[in-house]
């Protein structure tokens, strides 16, 4: 068996030319222009790629881009004014402070100062309990996307014996709670987990979240089943000096056994900023009174 390949380009290409349309649409009824707020404190190179893109996918499908780069020395009282002034701004309708910040600054004070109307990245608290007891949630984006790739491949996830191998808070639990919104049969499993090897040859869908290189092996996999790589590691390339991106799961293995199997790179990857824009459209939506259907 060859796994089909689960192109995470193409689907948040598709889920991106969907929000233009809308977004074009919104406007011109008469509606506002979605506004997405990214807030960068320092220069590390990979967090400045990212916000640059971030600000490129807003602006190409209609959005407005507010990118707001605060030097490294940033105190914590000037970040939270900022986070002040952009939860009144009423033409930001999503706010975005990129992690990780300086040491200087508590993380988890600056993201539960954001208005959880407008928490697009889904980690205030009050959107973490909203998606645990089945409430209105803006949710976290990766693994939202995860669930985007989920359902255009299986369709009906009911009764599928979900794994989600990893618990943190960004993916594996709201991945779990995401799973269990959509009536599969969960299970998180960790590095505390007896035969880990086990639990996940039990997996019609193994989503698999945990930051080791090629930690799960093709002898894993269940055959047939979908396999979702959520994790990206930098490990030494086949040249001297040069590094390659891998997966928590042995690719080439898994992709003998599965059904389906999402790559890395091009996998989960594309989703995140894809899901970001989606969740700053909703928030729009939320805060102006407007509907929003659901976009899987």
């Known amino acids: 068996m060859t796994a089909q390949i689960i192109d995470g380009n193409a689907v948040s290409a598709a889920l991106r030319e969907g929000l233009a349309l809308r977004i074009a649409r919104l406007k011109a009824d008469g509606g506002p222009t979605p506004g997405l707020a990214v807030v960068l404190v ?31 020395d ?7 004014a900022l986070v002040d002034q952009l939860n009144r701004d009423p033409s930001v309708h999503g706010i975005l402070v990129q992690l990780p910040l300086p040491k200087q600054i508590d993380a988890e004070r600056v993201l539960e100062r954001i208005d959880p109307a407008k928490d697009v990245d889904g980690f205030h608290p009050v959107n973490v309990g909203r998606l645990a007891t089945g409430g209105p949630a803006l949710v976290s984006c990766t693994p939202l996307g995860c ?3 989920l359902k255009r491949t299986l369709g009906d996830l009911s009764g599928k014996r979900a794994v989600v191998v990893g618990r943190s808070n960004i993916v594996g639990k709201p991945m779990a ?11 998180i499993a960790h590095s505390k987990t007896r035969d880990l090897a086990a639990e996940c040859r039990n997996a019609d869908i193994l989503v698999a979240a945990v930051g080791r290189p090629e930690m799960i ?13 959520v994790g990206i590691n930098r490990v030494p390339g086949a040249e001297p000096g040069k590094t390659r991106l891998v997966g928590d799961v042995a690719f080439a293995e898994a992709a ?14 594309p989703m995140t900023i894809a899901v970001l824009l989606r969740n700053t459209l909703e928030a729009c939506c939320r805060q102006h009174g407007l509907p ?3 976009i899987l």
Not at 53 to 64: C, D, P, V, W
Not at 177 to 187: E, F, G, I
């Open 292 to 294: 929003f259907a659901e």
């Open 74 to 80: 940033t105190s914590e009282a000037a970040l939270l």
């Open 177 to 187: 709670q995401l799973l269990l919104r959509d009536s599969a049969t969960v299970v």
């Open 217 to 229: 092996k093709g002898d894993w996999i269940k055959p047939g089943s979908v396999v979702i790589d």
């Open 256 to 269: 003998q056994v599965a059904g389906a199997i999402t790559p890395v790179p091009g996998g989960v990857g």
């Open 147 to 149: 669930l985007i790739l």
């Open 42 to 72: 320092g220069s590390d190179p990979a967090s400045q790629v990212y916000v640059k893109s971030k600000h490129k996918r807003a602006t190409e499908i209609g959005m407005n881009s507010f990118e707001h780069v605060l030097p490294e």
